[in-house]
């Protein structure tokens, strides 16, 4: 046991080393190594609380069966809070085996507005915990709390020592990205390779490329290319693309300043493809995730099955007609339930969303199709074993096992014969009210709920369901009817309800609306997907009935989830069909003249990317960025132009660390790169027991738009790509979701085959 001193001693170490020294710095908690028993009566607690003192320690025997962490609460009032203030918060805690704990300095009133938290999942070993912010609200009266319930069992918690220190600025960070902005993973030899200088001046520097052994290979001299708008930053241009000689650790140097290492490589890339495709078996819902194949750590049970206090997937009602009267502005609900369970879970929460549960599928198949088109049967993607799942081996592609797991789950969310609105799918399932994190899905106790069907959803439903049924028809026959079914009476059951819309909400129910008010590309992407399978005329003819037939489908800004027409569009011009010979011109035409148009971007771009969106960096940018390099990437597989190639290998550079703040963007590939997704489950970051982001996770990127407390704390003003922060807290620039993964793995695989 470590003496209670000794406790004093490291708690002023924690907050010496969290702030820099300052005489005017302040202890505002009473007695925060708990030697003074007079001042104990200044805490309280929830009456499921018991809590005790001893001299070093106050703890608490916590009643189980709670929902909510908030349900059982050990407390501290009269904290004064002055905005723009610094402060430490530190403490030393330990508890019964598992025991949640969130530590919350915070208003005392509703909202609630929290400004320092600590969340751990405790153990009886003391655990010592330190978290620096900076107050953005005034609060005259706030409150320490520790938010202890969500338990099953009761469980006894102990909080050793408590500080909240005031009056100090904390210490400017050390070190930063390196002026030199480099793929910190690897550059193809035959491919273009440059990095990008950040420097004012304009003046031309010398570069030097250095071996991992410290010798001189290459150098010359910079390009200066002014300034860079959507950095707004001033760049020049190191190119040592004349460079092929493969190897591992190298280095830029441009004075004092030096790069991250990286390789150049050809094969870096099929482990990017293996990774990012990994991700969705770590998202299941309603299977058990077995540590074996998942990896140390991302092992757990299987989430929303029914089982306490979990209330399920398997048997879920729909909102009821007054929530309904608030969401949709009329009333409906249903008489039936339905078992949902299954899918993956779409972002850092639990919720499971048809319209991103859709193109998340279909570019995962197209990871498959776009192999069995064009890699003359050679690629890896085809394989049965190429993924660590519980189908490895079972004779059916990985890939297409993976996409099954959610196919299934976009089936299950039809409404159900006889009932209104009969063929038309859910809009989305999750929870009545946002659960709290980190937490695991077994553990989320929030009521599930089916909202309204929308016809965006339904026209998912058929196109996803149209391109299993083409790809699964050599391998599950049974299997690819009963898709090819679900996709003709989900197109059916839209045409007529055509504008059963979801609409826009404040975001309380629990979920995000992923509201679409039109759908008229998703009617072009559904018929052309059953075109494609059926080579039925009927389909063709409704596609090319569709605005979107010879429109203008791509976007300075890529496509999305809610603009899916050139995905269609892409379909159209790579997957073998009947078309004739001028209709598949024309349309391969148009995808190469928005390729052209794409690489007239990435030549104006500091950073080497194909992205230059009117208003500002969106949400998920990244992903935007990768569906620009799918369009070019298309481009070179119905062309052979190679010009297309090498422009997608350098966007995917920004991707990798060549940006303004010098990261990757992938979890586990280069120096440095985002590891602090914000997640429920993979909260590492937040609570050391839980399982980190996994290698081969997107981060979302840059959002102008700056949709979080957190990001608008630390990055008002920001330049559109330095809109991004590496933060848990910050889900408006830094969560991860299927649909953002999905294009990942496409262009990764892409990258790894084309040569």
């Known amino acids: 046991m470590t003496h209670p001193k000794a406790m004093i001693g490291l708690l002023a170490l924690l907050a010496s080393h969290a702030l820099a020294p300052d005489a005017s710095a302040a202890e505002l908690l009473p007695d925060p190594a708990f030697t003074r028993p007079a001042l104990v009566g200044d805490w309280w607690a929830t009456p499921n609380i018991a809590f005790d003192y001893s001299p070093g320690a106050l703890c608490g025997s916590v009643a189980g069966g709670t929902a909510e962490p908030w349900d059982a609460i050990l407390g501290l009032n009269g904290l004064g809070i002055v905005k723009g203030e610094h402060y430490s918060f530190?403490?030393?805690?330990?508890?019964?085996?598992?025991?949640?704990?969130?530590?919350?300095?915070?208003q005392a009133s509703e909202p609630w507005t929290p400004e320092g938290e600590i969340v751990r999942r405790l153990s009886p070993d003391k655990q010592v915990l330190a978290e620096t912010f900076t107050a953005g609200q005034d609060h005259a009266g706030a409150q320490l709390v520790f938010q202890?319930?969500?338990?099953?069992?009761?469980?006894?918690?102990?909080?050793?020592?408590?500080?909240?220190?005031?009056?100090?600025?904390?210490?400017?960070?050390?070190?930063?990205?390196?002026?030199?902005?480099?793929?910190?993973?690897?550059?193809?030899?035959?491919?273009?390779?440059?990095?990008?200088?950040?420097?004012?001046?304009?003046?031309?520097?010398?570069?030097?490329?250095?071996?991992?052994?410290?010798?001189?290979?290459?150098?010359?001299?910079?390009?200066?290319?002014?300034?860079?708008?959507?950095?707004?930053?001033?760049?020049?241009?190191?190119d040592f693309s004349d460079f092929a000689r493969t190897g591992e650790g190298y280095r830029l140097v441009v004075g004092g300043e030096t790069s991250p290492p990286f390789a150049i490589s050809g094969g870096?890339?099929?482990?990017?493809?293996?990774?990012?495709?990994?991700?969705?078996?770590?998202?299941?819902?309603?299977?058990?995730?077995?540590?074996?194949?998942?990896?140390?750590?991302?092992?757990?049970?299987?989430?929303?099955?029914?089982?306490?206090?979990?209330?399920?997937?398997?048997?879920?009602?729909?909102?009821?007609?007054?929530?309904?009267?608030?969401?949709?502005?009329?009333?409906?609900?249903?008489?039936?339930?339905?078992?949902?369970?299954?899918?993956?879970?779409?972002?850092?929460?639990?919720?499971?969303?048809?319209?991103?549960?859709?193109?998340?599928?279909?570019?995962?198949?197209?990871?498959?199709?776009?192999?069995?088109?064009?890699?003359?049967?050679?690629?890896?993607?085809?394989?049965?074993?190429?993924?660590?799942?519980?189908?490895?081996?079972?004779?059916?592609?990985?890939?297409?096992?993976?996409?099954?797991?959610?196919?299934?789950?976009?089936?299950?969310?039809?409404?159900?014969?006889?009932?209104?609105?009969?063929?038309?799918?859910?809009?989305?399932?999750?929870?009545?009210?946002?659960?709290?994190?980190?937490?695991?899905?077994?553990?989320?106790?929030?009521?599930?709920?089916?909202?309204?069907p929308s016809t965006a959803a339904t026209l998912n439903l058929a196109a996803a369901a149209a391109q299993g049924a083409r790809l699964f028809?050599?391998?599950?026959?049974?299997?690819?009817?009963?898709?090819?079914?679900?996709?003709?009476?989900?197109?059916?059951?839209?045409?007529?309800?055509?504008?059963?819309?979801?609409?826009?909400?404040?975001?309380?129910?629990?979920?995000?609306?992923?509201?679409?008010?039109?759908?008229?590309?998703?009617?072009?992407?559904?018929?052309?997907?059953?075109?494609?399978?059926t080579q039925d005329p009927v389909w063709l003819a409704r596609a090319k009935a569709s605005p979107h037939w010879s429109g203008s489908v791509f976007y300075p800004d890529g496509f999305s989830w809610r603009a899916v027409a050139a995905l269609a569009r892409l379909q159209l011009a790579s997957v073998p069909s009947g078309l004739s010979k001028r209709d598949l011109n024309q349309v391969r035409a148009t995808v190469r003249e928005a390729a052209d148009a794409y690489l007239k971007v990435q030549k104006k771009q500091g950073f080497g990317l194909m992205y230059a969106p009117r208003n500002g960096y969106g949400w998920g940018s990244n992903q935007s960025v990768i569906q620009t390099m799918i369009v070019v990437a298309t481009a070179y597989d119905v062309?052979?132009?190679?010009?297309?190639?090498?422009?997608?290998?350098?966007?995917?550079?920004?991707?990798?660390?060549?940006?303004?703040?010098?990261?990757?963007?992938?979890?586990?590939?280069?120096?440095?790169?985002?590891?602090?997704?914000?997640?429920?489950?993979?909260?590492?970051?937040?609570?050391?027991?839980?399982?980190?982001?996994?290698?081969?996770?997107?981060?979302?990127?840059?959002?102008?738009?700056?949709?979080?407390?957190?990001?608008?704390?630390?990055?008002?003003?920001?330049?559109?790509?330095a809109c991004y922060v590496d933060d848990s807290r910050s889900f408006s620039t830094n969560e991860i979701a299927i649909n953002w993964n999905a294009p990942l793995a496409w262009i990764a695989s892409f990258l790894a085959d084309a040569r």
């Open 148 to 238: 202890l319930g969500g338990s099953e069992k009761p469980w006894r918690f102990c909080l050793h020592s408590a500080s909240l220190m005031t009056g100090q600025a904390p210490k400017p960070a050390s070190g930063g990205a390196s002026a030199i902005r480099v793929n910190q993973t690897a550059y193809f030899p035959d491919g273009p390779k440059r990095a990008t200088l950040v420097r004012k001046g304009g003046a031309r520097s010398d570069w030097k490329l250095v071996s991992d052994s410290g010798e001189t290979v290459a150098s010359g001299k910079t390009k200066a290319s002014g300034f860079d708008a959507a950095s707004e930053l001033e760049v020049e241009t190191i």
């Open 473 to 533: 028809a050599s391998f599950d026959k049974a299997y690819a009817d009963r898709l090819l079914a679900a996709a003709v009476r989900a197109y059916h059951a839209a045409e007529a309800n055509p504008a059963l819309y979801a609409p826009a909400t404040d975001g309380s129910f629990g979920g995000g609306d992923y509201q679409d008010d039109d759908v008229s590309d998703e009617f072009y992407w559904a018929a052309s997907e059953l075109y494609l399978t």
């Open 268 to 452: 870096a890339y099929a482990g990017l493809r293996t990774d990012a495709l990994s991700y969705f078996y770590k998202v299941r819902s309603g299977i058990e995730i077995l540590e074996s194949l998942a990896g140390k750590g991302y092992g757990r049970p299987a989430g929303h099955n029914g089982q306490a206090p979990n209330r399920g997937d398997t048997d879920v009602g729909c909102l009821n007609a007054k929530t309904a009267r608030k969401v949709y502005g009329a009333d409906w609900s249903c008489d039936y339930r339905l078992d949902v369970a299954g899918g993956w879970y779409d972002a850092g929460d639990f919720g499971k969303y048809v319209v991103n549960g859709g193109i998340a599928a279909a570019q995962l198949m197209g990871v498959y199709e776009r192999a069995l088109t064009f890699s003359r049967g050679a690629s890896p993607a085809l394989g049965d074993g190429l993924l660590r799942i519980p189908e490895a081996g079972n004779g059916i592609p990985d890939i297409l096992d993976e996409a099954r797991w959610e196919l299934d789950f976009l089936m299950s969310m039809a409404v159900p014969e006889g009932q209104p609105l009969a063929g038309m799918a859910h809009h989305k399932v999750h929870g009545e009210g946002w659960p709290s994190g980190p937490l695991l899905p077994h553990r989320d106790s929030e009521k599930r709920i089916l909202h309204r």
């Open 639 to 721: 062309s052979g132009e190679t010009r297309y190639l090498q422009a997608v290998r350098e966007s995917m550079d920004y991707i990798l660390g060549r940006n303004a703040l010098g990261m990757s963007y992938v979890t586990g590939y280069g120096t440095t790169y985002s590891r602090n997704q914000f997640s429920y489950m993979f909260a590492a970051s937040t609570d050391p027991s839980y399982p980190p982001p996994p290698r081969g996770a997107l981060a979302g990127g840059p959002n102008s738009g700056l949709a979080d407390d957190y990001a608008i704390s630390k990055l008002k003003g920001c330049a559109p790509q």
């Open 90 to 106: 530190s403490l030393i805690a330990s508890g019964g085996p598992g025991g949640p704990m969130r530590a919350l300095v915070q």
